[in-house]
């Protein structure tokens, strides 16, 4: 009998240290939780200063300019002609022939805008020209119940 008693007791003895140890690893580990969310609180208001923000996008811009200068030098170094950027070029500005510094400027580009009146609008358009339900499917090559669907929807 004394060897079950010892069997017991030693079982007891581990299940308390387990239990000791978990409670320990919960309390470090909600102890680390409550830090990290007082940091997280405290990086929050930081972020929210438009002073800081102005800062970091003043630095990008510095960042950049000196970028820009860097290819630009490395540019010229490497081409015997003379490449110049005019920040203030418009394309209303721009010319063909080079300029006085005896670079290139791009022809102005032409742009052409096209707008397509969607399906829908086009069948209103016509159905307040006052043309029938059918005639509107049949020159929209669509079909009648989808015509009559979107003038009753807009009615």
């Known amino acids: 009998m004394p060897e ?3 069997n017991e007791k030693g079982l007891y003895l581990m299940v ?3 239990l000791i140890i978990s409670f320990l690893l ?3 580990s909600l102890f680390a ?4 969310l007082q940091k997280n609180q405290g990086n929050g ?7 800081e923000w102005m800062e970091l996008f003043d630095t990008y811009l510095k960042e950049i300019k000196e970028e820009n200068a860097r290819l630009e030098r490395k540019i010229s170094g490497r081409s015997k002609e003379e490449i110049t950027v005019n920040p203030s070029f418009s394309s209303s500005s721009a010319k063909t022939e080079p300029d006085q510094t005896g670079g ?3 022809p102005p580009i032409e742009e052409k805008d096209e707008v ?3 399906l829908q609008s086009r069948i209103l358009q016509l159905h307040h020209k006052g043309y029938s339900e059918t005639d509107i499917a049949r020159f929209l090559n669509c ?3 989808e015509a009559a669907l979107v003038i009753k929807l807009h009615a």
Do not use: M
Request: glycine share 4%; net charge positive; proline share 7%.
């Open 45 to 51: 208001q930081e972020q929210n200063d438009p002073r």
């Open 116 to 118: 397509e009146a969607s």
């Open 16 to 18: 308390s240290f387990l």
């Open 143 to 145: 079909g009648k119940t």
């Open 33 to 36: 939780i409550f830090k990290l």
């Open 26 to 28: 919960h309390i470090v």
């Open 4 to 6: 079950k008693y010892s």
């Open 104 to 106: 290139y400027s791009p």
